[in-house]
Structure formats: structure tokens, C-alpha cells
């Protein structure tokens, strides 16, 4: 059967092709990546879309292929990201995971920032993407970069849009999940969480690649969360199983602990 792949539509990682969505931050960071000089730092929770957003950008700008990715969890892109403010003509950079690098190295880039807009530099525009207050973390570095840097906040996507993703994905392998509305809730407005959510439920009703003719899948959404949830264990489990439990018994019990990770879970921010 010729057509895309599962692990190709409904990607669990990399930058999405078939399902790629803009989020609501999209046309301004358009509009900031255009900006001459102008630092761009984009910020909200993992698995938002930040990264395929921006790489998605830099593509319609034609200027995707010559960008230098960077990323705070490579010692050898950290050494680069050191040597930055010393570099002339380095074209689009973009530095991922900026909330790992040390304050030190921050406050550099934070300066460089500075100097790039203040010149209004045509031959360098540096890209920052961290977790929630990323922005916040550079000006307090140094405060007059606020007016000197776009500060993109990805948050949540509206469920229409996480909707459009598993549609897209759909059409693409010519199925229907059955529990589009069902996984749209369950992603909490998490393009990553829908994928993945969208990618079980291909594997549960034996759909790995495009069918030739349209199939409506036969999967339930518990089971299908289960099955992620236990992919997802290894790496949160403990985490959150010690969270809750507290780090001592109290005389009201371990419900405050339990009950305080479950309003994490369903906050807005």
C-alpha cells in the first residue's frame, strides 16, 4: 500500500509534516522573525508546538535550511552559544532549551541581545526558546531589553486547532479514529499529547499506514490512554507518585500533596 506511514503522520517526534498546525502565535512571530535585529524569544511548556513553530516559520522564509540550531542540552552547542557575542555575520540562530544554560551564560546572551537591536543588526537575529518566563529570566538580566526583544508566550491551543491536527492526520492515513472529540479533551490543548494520543490509537486499531479505503478505527480512549500512560511512566511515574506522597506524613494525611499536583494538572497556566 503506497501513501505515508503512522510514524510519519502522527509524528512522536520531530517536526510534524502531514499534522502540522499553526498555534495561535503564529503570524506574529511571522512578523518578528522579519524584524531586523530584533530578538525573538519564544517561551511556554513542552510539547506545545515552539520549536515546530519557529521551524515551520523559518521554512516559509526560505531561510530554514541555513539556520544554526542550537541547543542548551549539547555540550558542543553550548561551547558555540558561549562564542556568539564575540561572532559577526552568524545569519538566524536559534537557541533551544535556554532555561538549561548557566545565569552566567544567560546574562551574556541577554547583553548580546541588547546589542543586536540597539545596532539593528542585519547579520545576526538570535532565536531564544525556553519554558514558561524565559523572557522574564533575560530582562531581569538586564531590564532595558523588554522593549528590545518580542516575547512570544505559547500556551495551550485552542481545541479547534488540536482538532485540526488529528484531522489532518486522518486524512492522511484514510481512517477515522472514532474518538477525535475524546483525545481533543484528553490533550488539554497539547499538540504532543494529541499526536501521541492520535498515534496509539492508529497502533490499537492495527493501522500503521494508509489504508485504501476509508476505515473507521474500532478503539476505546481508556485504553488508548493507558497504553500511554505506560510509555509515559518511566519518566513521570516516580516523579509524581513522590510529589504526592509529600516529603512527610501530616496529621490531615498526604490528601493536600495529591490534591495540589491535581490542580497543577488542570491549570490554565
Known amino acids: ?24 502565535e503564529y503570524e506574529k512571530l511571522l512578523v518578528s522573525l ?3 535585529g530584533r530578538g525573538v524569544v519564544i517561551e511556554g511548556p513542552s510539547g506545545i508546538g515552539k520549536t515546530t513553530a519557529v521551524t515551520q516559520a523559518l521554512a516559509v522564509r526560505g531561510i530554514e535550511a541555513k539556520a544554526l540550531k542550537l541547543t542548551a542540552r549539547k555540550s558542543d552547542d553550548v ?3 558561549e562564542a556568539l557575542p564575540d561572532m559577526k555575520d552568524t545569519g538566524v540562530v536559534i ?37 514558561n518566563k524565559a523572557g522574564d529570566s533575560l530582562v531581569a538580566f538586564a531590564p532595558d531589553l523588554n522593549t528590545r526583544i518580542d516575547t512570544l508566550r505559547f500556551e495551550a491551543n485552542p481545541d479547534e486547532r ?22 481533543v479533551e484528553s490533550a488539554g490543548g497539547s499538540f504532543y499529547i494529541a499526536q501521541m494520543l492520535s498515534h496509539e490509537a492508529c497502533l490499537t486499531g492495527a493501522a500503521s499506514e494508509r489504508q485504501e479505503n476509508l476505515r473507521a478505527l474500532d478503539v476505546s480512549i481508556e485504553v488508548v490512554i493507558s497504553r500511554v500512560m505506560d510509555n509515559l511512566s518511566r519518566r513521570f511515574m516516580q516523579v509524581a507518585l513522590g ?8 496529621k490531615e494525611g498526604r490528601a493536600p500533596y495529591l490534591h495540589i499536583l491535581k490542580w497543577l494538572a488542570e491549570a490554565d497556566d
Open 243 to 250: 510529589f504526592a506522597s509529600g516529603p512527610k506524613l501530616r
Open 95 to 131: 537557541i533551544d532549551d535556554f532555561h538549561r544554560l548557566h545565569e552566567d551564560l544567560q546574562r551574556r546572551i541577554a547583553d548580546f541581545l541588547k546589542v543586536l537591536a540597539d545596532e539593528e543588526r542585519q547579520d545576526t537575529k538570535l532565536i531564544v526558546v525556553g519554558i
Open 1 to 24: 500500500m503506497s501513501g505515508p506511514l503512522l510514524e510519519e503522520v502522527f509524528k512522536l517526534s520531530g517536526v510534524p509534516t502531514y499534522t502540522f498546525v499553526k498555534p495561535t
Open 34 to 36: 522579519r524584524t531586523p
Open 79 to 81: 561551547k558555540l552559544i
Open 162 to 183: 488540536v482538532k485540526e491536527l488529528i484531522e489532518k492526520g486522518e486524512g492522511a492515513l484514510n481512517v477515522s479514529l472514532g474518538i477525535t472529540s475524546k483525545i
